[in-house]
């Protein structure tokens, strides 16, 4: 079987050929814990804005089982940039005990749709990462910029924020796997963020974090990582200033179970594997575009998703859920997403077809599974746990081609997207 997504049409049964570039399987390799999104404040916004039945069909496409199949997905800790504004879940000053701790405005819109998700998926793992911490945990009062103030005391009050999280989106119905203490921790930004050194990563969570969460059935992936970035913070932002940095300190490193690496840190991605085999890595963060979701920005996520499997991803998590309007954040950057609602009018986008031709055929505890030969770097290959391979292929050329695996061939339309399952 073949299914065949091109800039003029959607998810068409595709067509057999004669004859093929040929290709073989090769080594498999690591086994896939799943396909997602994030959720956000703005995301829920836009869906709202659609009609129920509308934003009904949109949510039973990511995430039932016979549709997207959408079972690993990301939320936030207190405001992303992508919430309506900045906030924490815990703003009074010096409250190291969080009495004041509350998850109260995210059951305004954030909950309810991440519970929309848990409903329809039953095999639903959620992770989640903080933006910022509480501003009076930083050396400065602002939630963009700045870093955090590592005293023994703030450490230990914000681990004790996590474990409250973590404890209480249980309570709520959203129980997590994973917790990543910091979202890009290489950048200051204009919206919330906090930077730390790996080193500094590495005192929290092996003294703090690792402890608190002891018992709570979530692991902590180290993460999400945007580095080793090319500009002027290529001198401070190597791999082995933050993970390398972190899996030399033996008490961080009886707590990290994983690794989350988005934006740049693609390139730490080799480096990872080659020293640490047994880290699970996971793509955290889909590249987000500049709110064109054209067909060119697909075609490129779809390489950057080959680049993920094939350097020993596990899962990989697309961005922004839906958008409106102009796609615009509440500081000015326009996004891509898998939905855009203009004029309460739902429109897929590209982006959307592409991660429905992973997610819909590849399962939870499939393995990834090389392939080999000419044309084999439009292709990422798996095998699922029944023994069907499923081969996702790209032709970015302007004209049709075909290619030949275990015996037959698939045509590949002009500019398309494919999805092959082989029996």
Known sequence: MIISTTKENRWLNGKKAD???????????????????????????????????????FLNELFDSDKCNFNYCRTPIGASDFSLDFYSYNETDGDY???????????????????????RQPDMQMFASPWCPPLW???????????????????????????????????????????????????????????????????????????????TGVDIFFGTINGPEGDHRKFYTRYHNYLGYAMQDEKARKYIKGVGYQWAGKYALDQTRDD????EIVQTESECGGGENSWEHMMYIFELMRQYFR???????????????????????????????????PNYTPEFYLMKHFAHFVKRGAHYIRINGEFSSMCVGFENPNGEKIVVVSNPYKADKAIEIEGKAYALPAESINTIVID
């Open 19 to 57: 004859a093929g570039i040929k290709l073989t399987f090769g080594e498999k390799k690591q086994k896939i814990r799943g396909f997602g999104t994030c959720f956000s404040e703005l995301g829920a916004k836009a869906l709202n804005s659609l009609d129920p039945k509308e934003k009904e069909k």
């Open 97 to 119: 005990e969080m009495k004041s701790f509350s998850i109260e405005r995210d059951k305004n819109l954030l909950l309810p749709l991440i519970k929309e998700g848990v409903k």
């Open 137 to 215: 945990l930083k050396t400065k009062k602002t939630y963009s910029n700045g870093v955090f103030n590592p005293t023994p005391e703030n450490y230990k009050a914000y681990a004790l924020y996590f474990k409250k999280y973590v404890e209480a989106y249980k309570e709520n119905g959203v129980p997590l796997v994973h917790i990543h203490p910091q979202n890009e921790p290489c950048s200051n930004q204009v919206f919330p963020s906090c930077v730390w050194t790996g080193e500094k990563m590495a005192d929290f969570i092996g003294g703090y974090l690792g402890p608190a969460l002891e018992g």
């Open 276 to 279: 640490y085999p047994e880290l």
């Open 311 to 345: 350097h020993g991803a596990s899962a990989y998590v697309y961005w922004n859920i839906a958008l409106e309007g102009d796609s615009s954040s509440t500081w000015g950057w326009c996004q891509n997403s898998l939905m855009h609602v203009v004029d309460g009018k």
